[in-house]
C-alpha cells in the first residue's frame, strides 16, 4: 500500500464582537478556486459557545501549493475584506496528512 502524505493546515481566528458570520461568509465565498489551486479539503467550522473563534482546516496536495494559494488576486482581497474584522488573535499549525476519511 502505498501512503500519499499531504499538506495540512490548521488555523484559528478571533473575530471583533459581532463579525463572526461576515468574515465566515468571505473565507467561505472563495472556496471553489481553492480545488484549482490545489486544495482537496477546506473547512471553516464555529463552536457554538464561543461567537468570536473561527477554525479552519486545510488539506493540500503540497506546502507548495497551500503557499502559492495565498498569492493568488481572489485570496488576497479576501484577506484585505476580513483583516478589518479581525482582532489579530491567531493560532496556526502545520500537518503532514498521513491518512484518514476524504483524504
Known sequence: MIVRMSYGYIGSMKTRDGHREEVVDILTSGADGLRAAG??????????????????????????????SLTLPETRAAIARAMPLLTGEFTSQELTIRGGLGV
Open 39 to 68: 486544495c482537496v479539503v477546506y473547512a471553516v467550522g464555529v463552536a457554538q459557545d464561543d461567537d468570536v473563534t473561527i477554525w479552519v482546516s486545510e488539506v493540500w496536495e503540497s506546502r507548495e501549493k497551500h503557499h502559492a
